[in-house]
């Protein structure tokens, strides 16, 4: 028998230290990550509840949350998870030949 059919991810949800000095050790950078098949069918909410029931085990005051601009699918999801902005780097990172801002999204934990 061959191997069976490949699977496919649909997405994915990290945390990672927010600054590498250890004063800021309490507080993690967020990311959930949905391919475009899975957009709009909860992916993105099932991968996040996942990832914050495993950080509620965790010694985490803040979560922080960088959504390149626009983009209004993610500061919805942010939003649901009871982020809230808190600023915006304006042409902070550059893909795809051009400049993006990104709005930054704080979320208290603990």
């Known amino acids: 028998m061959g191997p069976g059919p490949a699977a496919?991810?649909?997405g994915y949800?990290?945390?990672s230290a927010f600054r590498p000095?250890?004063?800021y050790a309490p507080s993690?950078?967020?990311t959930v990550y949905c391919a475009p098949e899975a957009a709009g069918r909860g992916v993105g909410?099932?991968?996040y509840e996942a990832l914050f029931e495993a950080l509620a085990k965790e010694d985490v005051h803040r979560a922080y949350?960088?959504?390149t601009q626009p983009n209004e699918a993610s500061t919805r999801l942010h939003t649901r998870f009871g982020f809230r902005h808190?600023?915006?780097y304006t042409e902070v990172g550059r893909k795809f030949g051009r400049y993006w801002d990104v709005a930054?999204?704080?979320k208290d934990l603990g």
């Open 104 to 106: 930054w999204y704080q």
């Open 21 to 23: 000095k250890a004063a």
């Open 86 to 88: 808190i600023g915006t």
């Open 8 to 10: 496919t991810l649909l």
């Open 13 to 15: 949800a990290t945390s």
């Open 45 to 47: 909410t099932l991968l």
């Open 28 to 30: 993690v950078e967020v």
């Open 65 to 67: 949350a960088g959504i």
